[in-house]
């Protein structure tokens, strides 16, 4: 990128981290998480750090948050509110400390290392001990006076323990997961939307105009920080946080006093694997030279204090750029739209594609190549594109047309009746027919350790296998011909494939690529039938009276018993394999015996495929629809029609939490 480009991008991307730092500071409005905003942050920085020059006075990086909103008593702060900067990987500590040591000119620093609460910033002001002013941060400058709200927070003290005693303290308002959990299952009772997370949930209730919301909200707050007080202050961080305590605030008990920055990544690291078990949310962990004269030689740069620094979790969201989208073809000849992203740090691992499911999702979300874009990773390898920033985009953009031909499909592509996808019509082209191989040895199916794409693309490409039949007839003379493929490796893969001869009825289904036919369908296929022979003399009006098998399945199953090419592929493979019944779980028995589960929205702690793994081993049953049949429907954030669904038949709904603690997972 050059100078003048530069210029461009770095006009753009303050235009849009303003836009949505007033949102999310002053406004309490979340268009874009905390995650993806730090990455436009770090995009500008390192941008500006490359054209120096380019750094004007109204830039992001030279100030705190926004302008108070209207409606509010203003309070000017008698101490100036800064914000850290942010740092994201252990380089960029060790870096931090770097310049703490050459600027103290000394060899090592002590630190001390607090979590950093997921909530809202309160600035608090008591004069002889009795609380007086409570404010928010707002710009840095002038606040919002809250004080009859933070007055029913019953973990802020009305009078501090020591009489006599001036002091203006800073803190976090938070509310906990439990109490968020409570308030978004009344949401779902009234049939209202959701909120998002317990952190909007704290910003929106402290600026409810009726204190008597706040009092049922239960808000709770941690204080951190002595901005200023009538008596000595502590000479260290640490011991600044047990007067904290002594005055009578809720301090949050897990900060350490670190004799260098090894102790603090450590701490950092600790806490990142064991955050999700706290009452409350964090996203990250503050540390500050924690000497207090330290602190003031160091002092302040124009927007942060060069003392301290927040060290991030790793990101579930991030911001790029689409470079290309281009397209894959899955085992059933389904067409899928990916994006070709801009490499960007994503919960820890760089990432450079994004999933884009179909034309109809290309059109609601309106992304083009070139577009800025919100990445979000939710226990999927490949991540979701969930908005564009229609604020950075090119003057002469212009919308992406789907092709009507692909040269992976061999010709033409055609969108699928009824449905958003399209899909490949020539059944065999080659990109198809090497999909439904790495779909026949993958865990849903076969299960084949160590036969994966990459060998099975040599296998192909050598002539090896042109059936699934023929992964069973291998032999090791056949393989150690084969570039990369050494003796103990070939033993390895001749074992896994001999393990796999052995299948249960769903896996065997699952394995054949058969349209429509699924994991859950597969499963409640082999519950019915038992054996493969029963299944395949199935009618189509024996397969839609089975719950979950609707006419378009039941049909597709029909249809591809009909062809004698898949007749003669099963035939041969059945004299290599041997079918079990193997029902995934005793419906007769387990906590959830006979019991349907339907799963909307996303779930935090658990992957979609966990969660129907642990329904299933608790002798329940998951189905992808909602019916009266239906026993719950267990939500996550952002649910879909399926949870309307499920208030209009009355159908029990289970919050995540609730359905863990129902489990006992």
Same mark, same amino acid.
């Given at each position: 990128?050059?100078?003048?480009?530069?210029?461009?991008?770095?006009?753009?991307?303050?235009?849009?981290?303003?836009?949505?730092?007033?949102?999310?500071?002053?406004?309490?409005?979340?268009?874009?998480?905390?995650?993806?905003?730090?990455?436009?942050?770090?995009?500008?920085?390192?941008?500006?750090?490359?054209?120096?020059?380019?750094?004007?006075?109204?830039?992001?990086?030279?100030?705190?948050?926004?302008?108070?909103?209207?409606?509010?008593?203003?309070?000017?702060?008698?101490?100036?509110?800064?914000?850290?900067?942010?740092?994201?990987?252990?380089?960029?500590?060790?870096?931090?400390?770097?310049?703490?040591?050459?600027?103290?000119?000394?060899?090592?620093?002590?630190?001390?290392?607090?979590?950093?609460?997921?909530?809202?910033?309160?600035?608090?002001?008591?004069?002889?001990?009795?609380?007086?002013?409570?404010?928010?941060?707002?710009?840095?400058?002038?606040?919002?006076?809250?004080?009859?709200?933070?007055?029913?927070?019953?973990?802020?003290?009305?009078?501090?323990?020591?009489?006599?005693?001036?002091?203006?303290?800073?803190?976090?308002?938070?509310?906990?997961?439990?109490?968020?959990?409570?308030?978004?299952?009344?949401?779902?009772?009234?049939?209202?939307?959701?909120?998002?997370?317990?952190?909007?949930?704290?910003?929106?209730?402290?600026?409810?105009?009726?204190?008597?919301?706040?009092?049922?909200?239960?808000?709770?707050?941690?204080?951190?920080?002595?901005?200023?007080?009538?008596f000595p202050e502590p000479d260290n961080q640490y011991k600044e946080l047990e007067l904290l305590a002594e005055l009578g605030f809720v301090v949050e008990s897990h900060f350490i006093l670190s004799k260098n920055i090894d102790g603090v990544i450590k701490?950092?690291?600790?806490?990142?694997?064991?955050?999700?078990?706290?009452?409350?949310?964090?996203?990250?962990?503050?540390?500050?030279?924690?000497?207090?004269?330290?602190?003031?030689?160091?002092?302040?740069?124009?927007?942060?204090?060069?003392?301290?620094?927040?060290?991030?979790?790793?990101?579930?969201?991030?911001?790029?750029?689409?470079?290309?989208?281009?397209?894959?073809?899955?085992?059933?000849?389904?067409?899928?739209?990916?994006?070709?992203?801009?490499?960007?740090?994503?919960?820890?691992?760089?990432?450079?594609?994004?999933?884009?499911?179909?034309?109809?999702?290309?059109?609601?979300?309106?992304?083009?190549?070139?577009?800025?874009?919100?990445?979000?990773?939710?226990?999927?390898?490949?991540?979701?594109?969930?908005?564009?920033?229609?604020?950075?985009?090119?003057?002469?953009?212009?919308?992406?047309? !789907?092709? #009507?031909?692909?040269?992976?499909?061999?010709? %033409? *592509? @055609?969108?699928?009746?009824?449905?958003? =996808? /399209?899909?490949? &019509?020539?059944?065999?082209?080659?990109?198809?027919?090497?999909?439904?191989?790495?779909?026949?040895?993958?865990?849903?199916?076969?299960?084949?350790?160590?036969?994966?794409?990459?060998?099975?693309?040599?296998?192909?490409?050598?002539?090896?296998?042109?059936?699934?039949?023929?992964?069973?007839?291998?032999?090791?003379?056949?393989?150690?011909?084969?570039?990369?493929?050494?003796?103990?490796?070939?033993?390895?893969?001749?074992?896994?494939?001999?393990?796999?001869?052995?299948?249960?009825?769903?896996?065997?289904?699952?394995?054949?690529?058969?349209?429509?036919?699924?994991?859950?369908?597969?499963?409640?296929?082999?519950?019915?039938?038992?054996?493969?022979?029963? !299944?395949? #003399?199935?009618?189509?009006?024996?397969?839609? %009276? *089975? @719950?979950?098998?609707?006419?378009?399945? =039941? /049909?597709?199953? &029909?249809?591809?018993?009909?062809?004698?090419?898949?007749?003669?592929?099963?035939?041969?493979?059945?004299?290599?394999?041997?079918?079990?019944?193997?029902?995934?779980?005793?419906?007769?028995?387990?906590?959830?015996?006979?019991?349907?589960?339907?799963?909307?929205?996303?779930?935090?702690?658990?992957?979609?495929?966990?969660?129907?793994?642990?329904?299933?081993?608790?002798?329940?049953?998951?189905?992808?629809?909602?019916?009266?049949?239906?026993?719950?429907?267990?939500?996550?954030?952002?649910?879909?029609?399926?949870?309307?669904?499920?208030?209009?038949?009355?159908?029990?709904?289970?919050?995540?939490?609730?359905?863990?603690?129902?489990?006992?997972?």
């Amino acid at each position: 990128m050059d100078k003048n480009e530069a210029k461009i991008r770095i006009k753009k991307l303050k235009e849009a981290i303003n836009k949505h730092r007033y949102l999310y500071h002053v406004l309490n409005q979340e268009e874009i998480s905390p995650e993806a905003l730090d990455s436009l942050k770090m995009e500008l920085v390192e941008l500006e750090g490359k054209y120096p020059d380019l750094i004007t006075t109204d830039s992001p990086t030279q100030r705190v948050a926004g302008e108070p909103i209207p409606g509010f008593t203003k309070v000017k702060h008698e101490i100036s509110q800064w914000s850290y900067n942010d740092a994201f990987t252990e380089e960029d500590v060790r870096d931090f400390d770097k310049r703490v040591k050459k600027m103290l000119g000394v060899d090592e620093v002590e630190y001390t290392a607090e979590l950093k609460i997921d909530g809202l910033k309160i600035v608090l002001t008591y004069e002889n001990s009795i609380l007086k002013v409570a404010a928010t941060r707002g710009d840095g400058e002038v606040g919002e006076d809250v004080t009859a709200n933070v007055r029913t927070i019953e973990s802020i003290p009305l009078r501090l323990e020591k009489d006599g005693v001036n002091v203006i303290v800073e803190g976090e308002v938070w509310l906990s997961k439990k109490d968020f959990e409570i308030l978004n299952k009344k949401r779902a009772k009234a049939g209202e939307v959701l909120y998002a997370n317990p952190r909007n949930v704290a910003a929106g209730t402290i600026r409810q105009l009726d204190p008597k919301v706040v009092a049922e909200r239960n808000l709770a707050c941690f204080i951190y920080d002595l901005a200023k007080g009538n008596f000595p202050e502590p000479d260290n961080q640490y011991k600044e946080l047990e007067l904290l305590a002594e005055l009578g605030f809720v301090v949050e008990s897990h900060f350490i006093l670190s004799k260098n920055i090894d102790g603090v990544i450590k701490f950092w690291r600790e806490w990142e694997k064991k955050k999700d078990n706290l009452p409350f949310g964090v996203d990250g962990v503050v540390v500050k030279v924690s000497r207090r004269d330290s602190q003031d030689k160091l002092g302040y740069t124009g927007k942060a204090p060069r003392f301290g620094v927040a060290i991030k979790f790793k990101a579930k969201e991030a911001v790029t750029v689409v470079e290309d989208i281009d397209f894959q073809v899955g085992r059933t000849g389904v067409v899928t739209p990916v994006a070709h992203l801009r490499s960007v740090l994503l919960d820890g691992s760089t990432v450079s594609r994004a999933t884009l499911h179909n034309e109809d999702e290309i059109k609601r979300l309106d992304v083009r190549v070139g577009d800025t874009v919100v990445i979000q990773k939710a226990g999927d390898i490949i991540p979701d594109i969930i908005k564009v920033l229609p604020e950075m985009r090119s003057a002469k953009s212009k919308p992406f047309i !789907f092709p #009507k031909e692909l040269d992976i499909c061999g010709g %033409a *592509i @055609e969108r699928i009746p009824g449905q958003a =996808a /399209h899909r490949c &019509v020539n059944k065999n082209s080659v990109a198809q027919v090497r999909r439904r191989f790495y779909y026949f040895t993958s865990k849903p199916a076969f299960n084949i350790d160590g036969l994966g794409p990459k060998i099975l693309d040599v296998l192909l490409d050598e002539g090896l296998v042109s059936d699934f039949a023929d992964i069973f007839t291998l032999k090791k003379g056949d393989l150690l011909t084969l570039p990369r493929f050494a003796e103990k490796s070939v033993d390895n893969l001749l074992e896994a494939i001999e393990k796999a001869r052995k299948i249960t009825l769903a896996r065997f289904i699952v394995s054949l690529s058969i349209d429509h036919v699924g994991e859950e369908t597969a499963i409640d296929l082999a519950n019915h039938f038992k054996n493969w022979d029963r !299944f395949t #003399k199935a009618t189509e009006e024996d397969l839609t %009276a *089975i @719950e979950g098998v609707g006419e378009v399945v =039941a /049909h597709s199953i &029909v249809i591809w018993f009909k062809n004698k090419d898949h007749q003669k592929v099963v035939a041969k493979l059945l004299k290599q394999v041997e079918v079990g019944a193997g029902k995934f779980s005793g419906l007769q028995s387990g906590k959830f015996a006979g019991q349907s589960f339907v799963f909307t929205g996303t779930l935090s702690t658990l992957s979609r495929d966990e969660a129907k793994n642990i329904v299933r081993e608790a002798g329940g049953s998951v189905s992808s629809s909602v019916s009266t049949k239906t026993s719950f429907v267990v939500v996550g954030i952002e649910p879909g029609s399926k949870y309307d669904e499920a208030k209009k038949l009355g159908v029990k709904i289970l919050t995540e939490a609730e359905f863990k603690k129902t489990l006992g997972v």
